[in-house]
């Protein structure tokens, strides 16, 4: 895949409807709100027309300005004699020119219709059923979403951009292995995650960015998380491009669920235990979304030196530390852990001093961007084991210093920050903490579940007691070294 130097524009998507259509036409737009929202397509209809304009010729401007054309088809749009010699005739004209892609959509059911030239292309909804003999209008709606939005990446991939730009559209088909009475709460769930995480998380872009994320996982493995939860964990990762996994358990079995999950577009890296009652039995893991980022067969486990070993010892829990690209930007993430205190509170901070003075002389040996990712119980804001990162070099901003426990939003915790090689090479962009809890497991749910009266304790077991933290770096698409493209 080759990176543009420009930033990728939504495609734009056509309505051509009979006006006796126009509530069907309004209701496919809404739900089309989501593309919208992920910047993927953008809409027109003849309603946009301004007063004042042609409309035929507003109408024939934007058929051959449009990447995709949908097509409402009716008896009302069959008999349009507009519609037929000129939009549906331009239409055809255009996908011949390698123009524009039509989407034929049956509203209702029409006689010969698989007599007609559109009856060429994929018909939407799923299996050419008519949008009027759905019992359930809105699964209806959603699968013509969906089959617009496969189309829309299709016209990506073939532009060079292979990637999905928001969180993955997990549909019914995918959740076989849900329980059927579970598998309804379950799409309601993932819709309402991925709409939040589209609204607040930004879309990958060609032009540069890279989302990367922390999640500490609580002990996932050690306890048997239901594929339900697996599902809302895939559903939140499929956001981000590069995420660092705390508290793995030395039984991968959850993971490799939750990886199947995702699918093959995901490639990971696993640590072996830290042994030893501070190093838990837990595993570090780093997860990374192979269309846009690739590894560069670097890695390793953090093993000091004799002049910066903390009280004459290696970290509780050693850091994994592995190197990356993504586009022209090569990086490597270090994910940590860091000692949670026990008999000497301090320990921490010195972990995190230590941490910080070893990645300083790797990056700047190795001229490398490092991306910091981990749990480094800070407890507080202004942690002294937040300054020591920052007196070092690297760029934590205030803002993207977020509550990251689930239980107590005030509780500092989780991190990500950068150590910049190149300084004005990269920028930050937004960063957030997203709450899982506000739109699954939640509280109104609670009834739905086994045990209500502990469903606080319940969910965090579930999922986690930790939310994701996460940040947006930006940097050109074509500075700094070279700019090879990832294999697509």
């Given at each position: 895949m080759t990176s543009p130097s420009v930033k990728r524009r939504p495609l734009r998507l056509f309505f051509c409807y009979a006006h006796e259509n126009a509530d069907v036409r309004a209701a496919l737009d809404r739900h089309l709100d989501i593309l919208e929202r992920e910047a993927l397509v953008t809409t027109w209809y003849d309603g946009a027309i301004t007063p004042g304009s042609r409309w035929s010729e507003a109408i024939e401007e934007s058929l051959r300005g449009a990447d995709i054309i949908v097509l409402l088809v009716s008896r009302a749009f069959l008999d349009s004699k507009y519609i037929a010699e000129v939009e549906m005739r331009l239409a055809l004209e255009l996908h011949r020119a390698k123009v524009s892609v039509p989407i034929p959509v049956l509203v209702e059911e029409v006689d010969c219709y698989a007599e007609l030239p559109l009856s060429a292309f994929e018909t939407l909804p799923h299996k050419a059923k008519p949008i009027s003999e759905w019992q359930d209008l809105v699964r209806a709606f959603d699968s013509v979403v969906a089959g617009i939005r496969r189309a829309a990446l299709?016209?990506?991939?073939?532009?060079?951009?292979a990637f999905d730009p928001g969180p993955h559209p997990f549909g019914e088909a995918e959740l076989v292995s849900v329980d059927h009475a579970d598998r309804g709460r379950t799409l309601a769930g993932l819709s309402r995650l991925r709409s939040a995480l589209v609204d607040e998380v930004p879309a990958r872009r060609l032009d540069g960015n890279l989302l990367v994320a922390n999640w500490c996982l609580n002990?996932?493995?050690?306890?048997?998380s239901s594929i339900e939860a697996l599902f809302y964990m895939a559903q939140?990762?499929?956001?981000?491009?590069?995420?660092s996994l705390q508290e793995i358990d030395r039984r991968l079995g959850a993971l490799r669920s939750l990886l199947d999950i995702l699918g093959p577009e995901w490639s990971y890296f696993i640590t072996d235990i830290t042994e030893g009652m501070p190093g838990n039995a837990e595993r570090f893991a780093i997860l990374?979304?192979?269309?846009?980022?690739?590894f560069?067969?670097?890695s390793g486990e953090v093993i000091l030196p004799d002049d910066l070993l903390i009280d004459g010892h290696q970290f509780a829990r050693k850091p994994l530390l592995?190197?990356?690209?993504?586009?022209a930007f090569h990086f490597r993430v270090c994910a940590a852990h860091i000692h949670y205190g026990g008999g000497d509170p301090k320990r921490g901070i010195r972990e995190c001093k230590v941490l910080a003075r070893f990645l300083k002389r790797v990056a700047k040996r190795d001229g490398e961007n490092i991306v910091l990712a981990g749990n480094f119980n800070l407890r507080r804001a202004d942690s002294p084991a937040l300054q020591a990162f920052r007196d070092e070099g690297f760029r934590i901003p205030p803002e993207i210093v977020h509550p990251s426990l689930a239980r107590n939003p005030s509780f500092y915790s989780d991190l990500v920050g950068l150590f910049a090689a190149c300084p004005g090479a990269v920028d930050f962009g937004a960063s957030g903490a997203f709450q899982p809890f506000a739109h699954v497991f939640r509280d109104a749910d609670a009834a739905t579940y086994p045990d209500p009266s502990h469903f606080g304790t319940w969910r965090c077991a579930e999922l986690s007691d930790h939310v994701p933290v996460?940040?947006?770096l930006t940097f050109p698409a074509t500075s700094g070294r070279d700019a090879a493209s990832l294999p697509s």
């Open positions: 299709r016209l990506l991939a073939e532009s060079g951009g002990k996932l493995g050690r306890r048997a939140v990762l499929s956001a981000f491009d590069v995420i990374y979304y192979a269309q846009r980022v690739a560069e067969h670097v592995a190197s990356f690209r993504a586009a996460w940040l947006e």
